[in-house]
Nanobody, 117 residues
Framework: QVQFVESGGGLVQPGESLRLSCATS????????MSWYRQPPGKGRELVAR????????NYADSVKGRFIISRDNEKKKVFLQMNNLKPEDTAVYFC??????????WGQGTQVTVSS
């Protein structure tokens, strides 16, 4: 059974940082690209960042480029999202999933990130 467990969210002030983690199980992690998505309040889910199997390629949404860094640990089957210089518009529930162009059908519960002064 494919599972994603996101953690690391919280309430921070603008300009601060957070590091999100996603633990995975139930599939061959090292054979899959991984992605982070987010769902702002009242809006649909959007792609934030993605990383290839051996971390050779990464891709970011324009809104987070230069502030967020995606990374992965294939031995621990985890993917991370370092979020710097957070802005109120980054407020959302953050999810990870497998895949580069299209996410899988299973989703975790996500982790809430709230950026507010």
């Amino acid at each position: 059974q494919v599972q994603f467990v996101e953690s690391g969210g919280g309430l921070v002030q603008p300009g601060e940082s957070l590091r999100l983690s996603c633990a995975t199980s139930g599939f061959s992690f090292s054979d899959n690209s991984m992605s982070w998505y987010r769902q702002p309040p009242g809006k649909g889910r959007e792609l934030v960042a993605r990383i290839s199997t051996i971390s050779s390629d990464t891709n970011y949404a324009d809104s987070v480029k230069g502030r967020f860094i995606i990374s992965r640990d294939n031995e621990k089957k985890k993917v991370f999202l370092q979020m710097n210089n957070l802005k109120p518009e980054d407020t959302a529930v953050y999810f990870c999933n497998a895949g580069w162009n299209k996410p899988g059908s299973s989703w975790g519960q996500g982790t809430q990130v709230t950026v507010s002064s």
